[in-house]
């Protein structure tokens, strides 16, 4: 090439649509090719479902049905809530604080230097594949605690209001909360500290509120993301805190939030 | 073409880029050159827009790297070769970088043949020696054809062919025409591969010149003269405009005539002469010469000559 075509290759600008593209099958392309990845998500199938289907024979298995059909409910949802959140939260933390533990945050912002582009691809990204996780394994452990409940009369099916919604709000509890953790991991940058706030916020804020008077609890608890997901899950939502569209709300704000001050933050800081 | 202009960067009360203002032409390599500190990798943070200077600007083909869309195509750097997951494979990597600017799968393959990593492509780049990860940074950088090339440290752990073939890739894009700055502070590696020298110290700007005018125009250049008739040739040359310094062995170390001047003058009065030789001092002697000096008031003056010649 002469140095006079090397003048003029300014190719065209990208349309918006090319970049976002490009941007999505960049983050896309680092978080299939990590073994790390599949793993996280293999194991979290398996013991969620493993774990939903001890809690289904347990409580299928107690002499006395629990009260109301929204136990039978939540029952679903008491193995996912913990053993789905916390490794996709995780995988999530390392979308970012792996790029920065290892210096390659500086190549990722050299390959895009729009860095609120940057944050949204990996939003993107890992919001699609925290639903498309979510929503499978919502929908695998409801069939599967149902089927073992059904034999004792208790279970519940899609067709019944409200079922299919709360169902499908648990698989967008996964999305939320690995959001929020791909946030925070934006703002900590270390795998520890990121790992470590988002439990945190998860969990650790709800269960603060727990040990409060009963007023405090539903006034301060029903902001938590513990507190919203247990709302829109259930088929019979507890008064005093927010309705299921306030919960599933407040389980928007909170990755909002933390997106807009992580993206605030690493606009403004050297990489 | 890279320009920077007044570009200062603070850290606190420390300046680690203080008001440098150069401009890096294409189509030849240039050595960016300075001690351990003296801010050369912060200013190529600064240039590829992953640190905010705190005055100044930094532009490449005119235009701030942060506007750049597809920036890939534009310039290719290595900063860090370190910098790569473990876990992911020396295709997956490049893979990576090209999607995200619109560059072709065809061009990984190619890469990875120019980089001889051809090989080793479905390997983790975690078991890669540090040799490897320099040859797939250069990989990544070349990808999108980018005019404007900046590597930090190149060389760093490669071997003797490594280096060789670094250098000859340095060249062969200089020769492109592309715009090529390579920071190094291994001065016999610069002075084989770099046309033209940007040197710093403490942040500032010391030199801005031809690689081979840095050494020529060292107050260590001369001329070694050995004569029979030592004596008579010093008068001669003294006479003639030159300064004198006898040497251990007695030869004569002359600077203010060059050879031919020196062998014509003892030619014409019949003097012999049995050994002439210009004597320079080494790139890196030179450049030491020239960065201790930054340590005192003298680094201004220098800024200032090297500002006045270009």
Known sequence: ?271 | MIELRGLTKRFGAVAAVDDLSCTVQPGRVTGFLGPNGAGKTTTMRIILGLAAPTAGTALIGGRRYQRTLRPLRQVGSVLDATALHGGRTARDHLLSLAVSNGIGRARVTQMLELAGLAAVAAQRVGGFSLGMKQRLGIAAALLGEPPVLLFDEPVNGLDTDGVRWIRLLLRQLAADGRTVLVSSHLMSEMELTADHLIIIGRGRLLADLPADRLTRSSARANVLVRSPRADDLATLLTAGGGCVKREDGGGLAVTGLDAPAIADLAAANGIAVHELASRQPSLEQAYLDLTAASADFRAGALAGESGAGR
Request: charged letters at 10%.
């Open chain 1, 1 to 271: 090439m002469t140095p006079a075509q090397l003048q003029s290759a300014q190719p065209q600008a990208p349309s918006p649509a090319a970049r976002a593209r490009d941007i999505v099958a960049f983050e896309w392309t680092k978080l299939r090719s990590v073994r790390s990845t599949s793993i996280t998500l293999l194991v979290a199938a398996v013991v969620t479902v493993g774990a939903s289907a001890v809690v289904a024979r347990a409580v299928a298995s107690t002499p006395t049905p629990p009260p109301g059909a929204f136990s039978a409910l939540s029952v679903s949802f008491l193995a996912y809530a913990e053993y789905a959140v916390i490794p996709v939260s995780v995988l999530a933390v390392l979308q970012f604080s792996s790029e920065y533990s290892s210096g390659l945050i500086r190549t990722t912002f050299a390959a895009v230097p729009q860095r609120w582009t940057v944050l949204a691809g990996k939003a993107a990204v890992v919001g699609a594949a925290a639903l498309v996780i979510g929503e499978v394994l919502a929908f695998g452990c409801f069939a599967l605690v149902q089927a073992m409940l059904s034999g004792r009369h208790r279970g519940l099916s899609l067709a019944q209001p409200g079922v299919p919604g709360a169902v499908l709000a648990a698989g967008f509890v996964l999305c939320a909360c690995a959001l929020t953790a791909l946030g925070l991991a934006a703002i900590i940058r270390h795998t520890a500290g990121a790992i470590t706030a988002a439990l945190a916020v998860i969990y650790l804020i709800a269960g603060l509120c727990l040990p409060l008077p009963s007023s405090w609890k539903a006034d301060v608890g029903r902001f938590t993301i513990a507190f919203a997901a247990f709302q829109v899950t259930a088929l019979h939502p507890q008064a005093g805190l927010f309705s299921p569209t306030g919960s599933m709300l407040v389980l928007a704000a909170w990755p909002a939030a933390t997106l807009l001050v992580a993206g605030l933050v690493i606009t403004r800081r050297d990489a």
